[in-house]
């Protein structure tokens, strides 16, 4: 669950997902100034970056994906 895509051709490189993210998930490429996902395990599908992004680049899964143990 949490992130799972940032489209780079619509990021204009705001940074306001990167100031957003409580958990400091997102970073900002300095060469090409687009966000990118830099630890994406520490997600915790707050789904604030997706929220905020003025240019929708940002899509967040709330499903969670662990697999749950069945009984015998």
Same mark, same amino acid.
């Given at each position: =669950?949490?992130?799972?895509?940032?489209?780079?051709?619509? $990021? @204009?490189? $705001? @940074?306001?997902c990167v100031?957003? $993210? *409580?958990?400091?998930?997102?970073?900002?490429?300095? /060469?090409t100034?687009? /966000?990118?996902?830099?630890?994406?395990?520490?997600?915790? %599908?707050?789904?604030? $970056?997706? %929220?905020?992004c *003025?240019?929708? #680049?940002?899509?967040?899964? #709330?499903?969670?994906?662990?697999? =749950? *143990?069945? #009984?015998?």
């Amino acid at each position: =669950m949490g992130i799972r895509h940032i489209d780079v051709r619509l $990021c @204009n490189g $705001c @940074n306001i997902c990167v100031e957003d $993210c *409580p958990l400091d998930v997102l970073r900002l490429d300095e /060469a090409t100034k687009k /966000a990118y996902i830099a630890y994406l395990r520490d997600c915790q %599908s707050c789904f604030l $970056c997706q %929220s905020e992004c *003025p240019q929708d #680049a940002i899509r967040c899964v #709330a499903v969670h994906e662990r697999r =749950m *143990p069945k #009984a015998w």
